[in-house]
């Protein structure tokens, strides 16, 4: 098992900056691709973001690309996603996902196995 846990979310201006964190422990980290999903009321699950288990490939979403930024420190069993120029579509609970899938990356969410409890960003206008 993998145990994930986010931390960072907040309230925030349009055009302001979150830093998204994502601590793991449990399994070795290393062996996972990381993602960052987010979900707004009344809408389906969203991909963000995804790193592969090294760091060194990253795939955004077209919504957030050129404004958000995923990365991972493995030797602190940490995913981090940088979030800047928020808009209020932004808007969203932000959950981190693990997942054995690979090499290629996915943005399916029923392929990633473990999750995190979310945590909630508000961007206002």
């Known amino acids: 098992q993998v145990q994930l846990v986010e931390s960072g979310g907040g309230l925030v201006q349009a055009g302001g900056s979150l830093r998204l964190s994502c601590a793991a422990s449990g399994r070795i980290f290393s062996n996972y691709a990381m993602g960052w999903f987010r979900q707004a009321p009344g809408k389906e699950r969203e991909f963000v973001a995804a790193?592969?288990?090294?760091?060194?490939?990253?795939w955004n979403a077209d919504s957030v690309k050129g404004r958000f930024t995923i990365s991972r420190d493995n030797a602190k069993n940490t995913v981090y996603l940088e979030m800047n120029s928020l808009k209020p579509e932004d808007t969203a609970v932000y959950y981190c996902a693990g997942t054995t899938f690979g090499p290629l990356l996915t943005s399916t969410p029923t392929r990633y196995q473990y999750w995190g409890q979310g945590t909630q960003v508000t961007v206002s206008s």
């Open positions: 790193v592969t288990r090294s760091g060194g490939s990253t």
